[in-house]
């Protein structure tokens, strides 16, 4: 089975038997935020963040193949926590136990220790979730989360299971109708002692086509052929993207951002080129209606340039958010993207 990393969320289909037990209630803390620049502003004044090895997730939905109507609601934390021993090895060296049992595992009280200590986290720590679509905060205190390892969709029964065969992390919700995939859509997810998200700045890039003046202004020659061009506003800025073309087929894009004086704030070329079966997401507005829209900009993190993101679907690796800014790095949303 392929696993398609969209920023959104990962649908994984599994046998879950062994995390449904006994489930803890979970304490909730979510709101609908308030588009208020002032209030934002003086949100982002006083909780300066420390992205030194900051860290955001992507949200999966554990599928039973027993019952494809329900699932669990999981953060995967394996990209970051690679411990040799995750798990209370000795239940993979008792014999005759079903398949089944072990697609799901909860870990006892040491080796949830062991992984929260490896995230620099503790229990009195938070999980927040931010839908920037929905502009909704939930917050969810560590101690109410399960510990769990979820058994890799690609073993099979009959294959030998070993710790690296499971995906390490938190289970947020157990048992739930899959139509609670519009809830977790288009969320990111953190782990800390604050809030980093910016909220009520987000906004789905509308996407026109532009001129062949366009064109001619703001993108230079290329040895591709060049094809449509589009435009955006948010705020006071102005995005420009030119598509470039190989045997008729879209292989680039160049985006360019400028302000309201005119100048220039960012540049970035997006190709298929050199990636292992990536491709580029349709565009909102031009190739994706308002339900499927995939490309975002705005103000997501606090203390941070506005961010850019959602032109590429990843086949390996996971999907990435971009600053308009050269100056700041991509922050990777990790997403446990194995084959």
């Known amino acids: 089975m392929k696993i398609n990393p969209a920023l959104g969320l990962l649908l994984v289909h599994l046998a879950i038997a062994g995390c449904q037990k006994e489930d803890k209630k979970t304490v909730t803390d979510t709101k609908k935020t308030v588009n208020d620049s002032i209030k934002t502003t003086s949100i982002v004044q006083e909780d300066k963040i420390d992205y030194h090895n900051f860290n955001i997730y992507n949200i999966s939905l554990m599928s039973s193949a027993q019952n494809n109507e329900l699932a669990d609601v999981f953060i995967s934390v394996s990209d970051i926590y690679t411990d040799p021993h995750p798990i209370q090895e000795d239940i993979l060296k008792q014999k005759g136990i079903p398949f089944e049992q072990l697609q799901c595992l909860e870990l006892d009280s040491k080796h949830r220790k062991k992984m929260i200590d490896a995230l620099h986290l503790t229990e009195d720590d938070s999980l927040y979730l931010f839908n920037y679509e929905l502009n909704t905060l939930q917050k969810i205190p560590i101690n109410q989360l399960k510990a769990v390892a979820y058994l890799s969709p690609y073993i099979s029964e009959g ?134 829209y995939t490309q975002w900009t705005g103000y997501l993190f606090k203390g941070k340039p506005p961010v850019i993101f959602g032109f590429m679907t990843q086949s390996f690796g996971c999907p990435s958010i971009t600053f308009l800014d050269k100056k700041e790095k991509d922050f990777t949303i990790n997403c446990d993207n194995r084959h």
């Open 159 to 292: 294959e030998e299971i070993d710790p690296e065969s499971y995906m390490l992390g938190f289970q947020i919700e157990a048992n739930k109708r899959n139509d609670i995939y519009d809830q977790y859509n288009n969320v990111i997810a953190y782990f800390g002692n604050k809030n980093p998200f910016i909220e009520g700045k987000m906004q789905a890039i509308a996407w026109k086509k532009a001129g062949a003046d366009i064109a001619k202004k703001y993108f230079t020659h290329s040895k591709l052929k060049p094809g449509n061009t589009y435009q955006a506003r948010y705020e006071n800025l102005t995005y420009y993207m030119q598509d470039y073309l190989e045997e008729e087929m879209v292989t680039e894009r160049k985006l360019v951002v400028f302000n309201d004086h005119n100048e220039k704030i960012f540049e970035k070329t997006i190709t298929t080129a050199g990636s292992d079966g990536a491709e580029f997401s349709p565009l909102n507005g031009i190739e994706a209606d308002q339900a499927n």
